[in-house]
């Protein structure tokens, strides 16, 4: 697979200290600094946006920003089974100023995967995306893990097969959030810029 393909390869984790507030002055660029702005959608309990907030700082080295939050899209509603589509919501966040955004919110999300046209997932991301989403609507108090497995994708990691790594496949049975959250060595030494 070309360099092109693999920047677009579609990555799911499908499974059924302090906030700061990013404010951008004028000649301030935040895309040009890495900075992760965690962005509430729907108005998810706060203790899920800390959650993602706390595993993301004690994972990575890029500072993270807690954004404010705004409701979740009408147009990534998908009434037939009261869920939002994560591919929307990923292309909604678009909008924001940041290096990456992660969506945070505790709706069911969905996907096409697995010969489903809707398939409940716990998170989405791109490989070498600008932003993902995580859901808390499946994984509660493990949405931190899956958090740091979206980001990774961001990041450029794809799956991986070491089942023990935070990197795994969730093949629709919640895998990736039964993991401790770390990286295996393979995957941590792609990304170990990032990494504390």
């Known amino acids: 697979m070309?360099?092109?393909?693999?920047?677009?390869?579609?990555?799911?984790?499908a499974c059924a200290g302090s906030v700061a507030t990013l404010s951008a002055r004028a000649g301030d660029d935040p895309r040009t600094e890495s900075v992760v702005g965690v962005l509430p959608l729907g108005h998810p309990d706060q203790r899920n946006v800390e959650l993602v907030e706390a595993a993301?700082?004690?994972?990575y080295r890029f500072k993270v920003v807690e954004l404010k939050g705004v409701p979740l899209p009408d147009s990534a509603y998908y009434a037939p089974r009261h869920r939002y589509r994560a591919e929307k919501l990923i292309a909604f966040e678009q909008k924001w100023p940041t290096w990456k955004v992660i969506g945070v919110t505790d709706?069911?999300?969905?996907?096409t995967l697995y010969k489903s046209k809707d398939f409940g997932i716990?998170?989405?991301?791109?490989?070498?995306?600008?932003?993902?989403?995580v859901s808390s609507h499946r994984p509660h108090e493990r949405?931190?893990?899956?958090?740091?497995?979206?980001?990774g994708h961001t990041l450029g990691l794809p799956h991986c097969p070491n089942p023990k790594c935070v990197m795994r496949d969730g093949e629709g049975k919640g895998l990736v959030a039964k993991t401790t959250g770390k990286f295996c060595a393979v995957c941590a030494s792609k990304i170990r810029q990032w990494l504390r």
């Open 2 to 13: 070309g360099r092109l393909g693999l920047g677009r390869l579609l990555a799911v984790a």
């Open 56 to 59: 993301l700082k004690r994972t």
């Open 107 to 111: 709706r069911d999300i969905s996907t």
């Open 122 to 133: 716990m998170g989405f991301g791109y490989i070498g995306g600008r932003s993902c989403v």
């Open 143 to 151: 949405v931190g893990i899956i958090a740091i497995h979206e980001i």
